[in-house]
Structures are given as C-alpha cells and as structure tokens.
C-alpha cells in the first residue's frame, strides 16, 4: 500500500490489517469492504478479514500483523506523510504490544517520514506509550477518531498521551460533538461520510468544531462533505466539494518544540 487519495496524508503503511467495530464511526468503515475487495483480488494478507452480512461486508474479527510490512518505510527514500493503518488499528486489543513496538522501532529509525496514527481505541495507546515507549518521537503524531458527543471522552484520553503532535479526526462527523475542549490539541480533521450508507453531515456541526479550534488554537483541516452536501442533498463526493464557508481548509499544524 503507498499513495493514497486521503487527503491529509502522502501515503498508507498497513503492519496490521483487520478490525472490529468500536463505536458507530465504524459503521461503515471502508476498510471491511476493502478487506473483501483484496481478498478477492487474491491477497493473502487479507484472507478471512470480512465477510458479506447481506448488502454489507463485516469483519470476521480475524486481525492480523504483518511483519512483511515492517521494512516497507526504509525503501521509501522520499520524505512523506504516513498515515498508518488506514486497514485496522494499531491499538486493537488483538495487536500484541511487542508488535507494537516493532512498528514504533520502525518509526523511530525513519526519522525522515512523519507517521500518522489514528485510534479509536486511544486508552490502550496511552497505557503503552506511557509504559512501554516512554519517549517521545518527534515524527510521530498521535491521534483519535471522534464522530459525535458519545465519544468526545477519547479528546480527554489523548490528551494524557505524550506526543510531538495530537491531532483528533471529526470524521464521519454524524451529529454534533458539543463544547469540547481542545487544549493540548494541535489538529482537527473534519469530513462527512461516503458512500452506500452515508449518514448526513450538517454545517452546524463544522461550525461548532471550527470555531473551538479558532478559540484554542487547532489547526482546522476540512477534507470534505461526504455524499451528503452541506444543503443536506445526497450527491456524489467529488460534485459536493471540499469548500467550507467559501473556502478550502487545509490548515496542518505546527510541531512544537520538544
Ligand atoms: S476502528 Fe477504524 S478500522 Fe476499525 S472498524 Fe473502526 S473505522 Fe474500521
């Protein structure tokens, strides 16, 4: 796996493929149906993950670590954003913590890339960034998926995380997130869902996100509406846009100094 067409990110590096559903942002993840894809394309890696449950592709619950991928970053000799895991995550209770730190040794010779890392699961990253990394790499950014109030105690949660950058993901953004407090919080990622089964997206709730980030100082990145548009009107994702109040966001944000 390398480029990609996320838009905050350069490239993909999956050591570890397979899930489970943590919360309703895993919904309609579309790396169950990718799962099925490449498994029918014949990659082994991917063998067993999903299966089809009626329209749909769920994950059997099979998660996987690949110790193959492990050298993969040392042969990309250009510089890049990589956002790891886009096919699992890496703080799943199935990924050991010995693979964990594998990966993190990775990160740590590859000083050259910046890893993006993004968690439902961000207790567990705590507990092992706490207790069994103890250091902090300044190309590594730590981040956790929040797609409404139900979940904002996972911004509290990343919050004990030491990092060089934390960054939260609003996406697939399916209701309001209410007043939260992003201190400590370099980066916000706002996007609706795609696809099939895409839930609505309203503006209200980009507006109360957007202008918590202008209070506290957060990096406001607006990857896009989903297929549903911000007049509520399903369309496809590319006619929908990337434009929010006029404009595109793509603010990133700025290290600070270890
Ligand atoms: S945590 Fe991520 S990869 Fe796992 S099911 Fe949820 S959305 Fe999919």
């Known amino acids: 796996m390398a480029e990609t ?7 993909t590096w999956n050591p570890v493929a397979g899930c489970t559903i943590a919360t309703e942002g895993c919904k309609n993840c ?3 149906e990718m799962a099925r894809r490449l498994e029918a394309m014949g990659v082994g890696k991917y063998m067993g993950l999903a299966r089809r449950s009626g329209k749909r592709s769920v994950w059997t619950g099979v998660v996987r670590e690949d110790q193959s991928a492990l050298s993969i970053p040392y042969s990309w000799k250009k510089p890049r954003k990589i956002f790891v895991n886009s096919m699992s995550d890496l703080f799943h209770e199935r990924v050991s ?7 993190w040794k990775v990160m740590e010779e590859t000083p050259h890339h910046n890893y993006q890392i993004l968690t439902k699961r961000p207790s567990r990253m705590v507990e092992i960034v706490q207790a069994k990394i ?20 996972r911004i509290a949660e990343l919050r004990k995380v030491p990092a060089a950058i934390r960054f939260i993901s609003f996406e697939p953004l399916i209701g309001s997130v209410g007043s939260v407090d992003l201190d400590g919080i370099h980066w916000a990622i706002v996007g609706g869902e795609s696809g099939r089964f895409a839930r609505p997206i309203r503006e209200e709730w980009v507006d109360e996100i957007h202008s918590q980030c202008v209070e506290s100082g957060t990096a406001f990145f607006f990857k896009q509406w989903g297929t ?8 496809s994702k590319k006619a929908n846009g990337r434009e929010y109040r006029g404009q595109v966001w793509n603010e990133m944000p700025s290290p600070p100094a270890l």
């Open 134 to 153: 103890g250091k902090v790499l300044p190309n590594v950014w730590l981040g956790a998926s929040v797609e409404d109030a139900r979940v904002t105690d």
């Open 228 to 235: 549903w548009g911000k007049d509520n009107k399903r369309r």
């Open 97 to 103: 913590d010995k693979f964990i730190l594998s990966v």
């Open 30 to 32: 579309y790396a169950m």
């Open 5 to 11: 067409q996320i838009e905050w990110t350069d490239a």
